[in-house]
Nanobody, 113 residues
Framework: VQLQASGGGLVQAGGSLRLSCAAS????????MAWYRQAPGKQREPVAR???????DYAESVKGRFTISRDNPKDTVLLQMNSLKPEDTAVYYC????????WGQGTQVTVSS
């Protein structure tokens, strides 16, 4: 199974972006899927995750601004990011868990002040 992330880009503070993570197989196989991010010089950190029964969890820093969701017919997980801040600048990675870990390639999100 491969994960393909897309949707990153450059946006001004206060703007929005939507990231997509498309799986090459059915996302029903995954216990949960998530988004992580890694800013320059920092460790990779979890941002949001969604379980197979649509239970969601968010990092405190993004609660109320980001929304993770599943598009089951398209085998895709989305991350809607609103009210973006410069500190959200990072490479965002898609992650999935199904007995082992799966990582997608990163997509760069840059928020200018």
């Amino acid at each position: 199974v491969q994960l393909q992330a897309s949707g990153g880009g450059l946006v001004q503070a206060g703007g929005s972006l939507r990231l997509s993570c498309a799986a090459s197989g059915s996302i029903f196989m995954f216990t949960y899927m998530a988004w992580y991010r890694q800013a320059p010089g920092k460790q990779r950190e979890p941002v949001a995750r969604i379980s197979s029964n649509d239970i969601t969890d968010y990092a405190e820093s993004v609660k109320g601004r980001f929304t993770i969701s599943r598009d089951n017919p398209k085998d895709t997980v989305l991350l809607q990011m609103n009210s973006l801040k410069p500190e959200d600048t990072a490479v965002y990675y898609c992650f999935a868990r199904a007995g082992r870990n799966y990582w997608g390639q990163g997509t760069q999100v840059t928020v200018s002040s």
